[in-house]
Nanobody, 124 residues
């Protein structure tokens, strides 16, 4: 059974850093596009970043560009999101997702697999 499991969320002060991880199991996701989305309380799920299977293509939402870094280790079947200069508006549940092709990477509906989410809270 395919599974994505996020970890590493927590509470951090504004301006701080946090790293979240997503471990995949049940199949090899090394050929898949991996992405991070987030959902703040009372808001719809929004795209954060995506990375192609080789890492040669990376795309960020404008609001996190220059602050967040997505990366992956295919040998470990894991994708990471390093978050620096965190702001209170970054507070959300962060989800990882996977899909087979690099197209419409910002669209949540395009993704086949989802994790259960990990909570990130940034205090002011």
């Amino acid at each position: 059974q395919e599974q994505l499991v996020e970890s590493g969320g927590g509470l951090v002060q504004a301006g701080g850093s946090l790293s979240v991880s997503c471990a995949a199991s049940g199949r090899t996701f090394s050929s898949y596009v991996m992405a991070w989305f987030r959902q703040a309380p009372g808001k719809t799920r929004e795209f954060v970043a995506a990375i192609s299977w080789s890492g040669s293509r990376i795309y960020y939402e404008d609001s996190v560009k220059g602050r967040f870094t997505i990366s992956r280790d295919n040998a470990k079947n894991t994708v990471y999101l390093q978050m620096n200069s965190l702001k209170p508006e970054d507070t959300a549940v962060y989800y990882c997702a996977a899909k087979p092709y690099w197209s419409n990477v910002k669209s949540a509906n395009e993704y086949d697999y989802w994790g259960q989410g990990t909570s990130v809270t940034v205090s002011s």
